[in-house]
């Protein structure tokens, strides 16, 4: 099963990722992890992409899906992919066909998480994560059993993303409503894309999810 996982900026295709992976054993690919870990790393592909990345903008089609094909090639064939994040633009919807139909996998489902703008500034400014494991978690409406200890892995060291802010925020969803949303009409025609409810809570969604993996 290779599922997209489809929304703006902070619609929690990250959370839902998480869940999916360990529900059902399947391999998140995030571009946006990918290129933070890229970043912090300080090679070519990082160091190119910092600027774009700290203003909202969108990194190069060519990084992205190179970064795409690289780790399906390191995946188990028997192993499903989560993508989140991606494609996040026409050419990559095509690179991305591509890229499937050489490692032998299909596109199953698009999941597209329907969500509230308004709501997304809040939860993009309130987000965070453990900076051991990179568990997501949210200042109000996702926080950790045991006020500042990790759920998943005891650490009690968290941080932001330098791409948080109320400024950037706005860029990101621009991009996504120009050159993201546009690629859904053609997952449509395929038949392949389910709407879920991304403003209930996060297991309601997961509930959801679960429901069109079947
Ligand atoms: P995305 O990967 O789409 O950018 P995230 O999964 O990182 O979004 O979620 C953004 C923020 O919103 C996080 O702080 C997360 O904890 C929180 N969040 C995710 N899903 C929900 C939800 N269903 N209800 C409330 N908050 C959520
Ligand atoms: P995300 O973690 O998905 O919110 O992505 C963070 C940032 O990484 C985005 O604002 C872009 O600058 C960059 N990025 C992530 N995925 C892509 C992609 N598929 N195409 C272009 N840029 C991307």
Redesign the pocket.
């Known amino acids: 099963m290779n599922i997209i996982l489809l929304g703006p ?1 902070g619609a929690g ?2 959370t839902q990722s998480a869940g999916l992976v360990e529900r059902h054993g399947m391999m998140q690919l ?7 870990a890229a970043v912090k790393a300080q090679t070519p592909v990082g160091l190119e ?1 910092k600027a ?2 700290d ?7 060519e ?2 899906s190179k970064l795409i094909d690289d780790n399906l090639a390191a995946l188990d064939a028997g192993t499903g992919a989560i993508f ?6 026409a050419a ?1 919807g095509e690179q991305l066909d591509a890229i499937l139909a050489k490692h032998g996998r299909t596109l199953d489902h698009v999941i597209e998480l329907e969500v509230n703008v308004d709501a997304l500034v809040e939860r993009i400014t309130g987000r965070y994560s453990c900076a051991n494991c990179g568990a997501l978690y949210h200042d109000t409406a996702n926080v950790p059993a045991k006020e500042g200890v990790c759920d998943v892995c005891g650490s009690t060291e968290f941080k932001r ?1 330098p ?1 948080d802010n109320e400024e ?1 925020v706005r860029t ?1 969803m621009e ?1 996504y409503r120009a050159k993201t949303a546009p690629i859904l009409p053609g997952y449509e025609a395929r038949g392949i894309v389910t709407r879920v409810d991304g403003m209930a809570d996060i297991d309601a969604v997961a509930g959801q999810i679960d429901a069109v993996l079947g």
């Open positions: 900026p295709k990250g995030s571009t946006g992890d990918m290129l933070r992409a774009v990345m203003a909202g903008e969108l990194v190069s089609d990084i992205v989140d994040g991606y494609p996040r633009t990559q993303r791409d950037t990101r991009e």
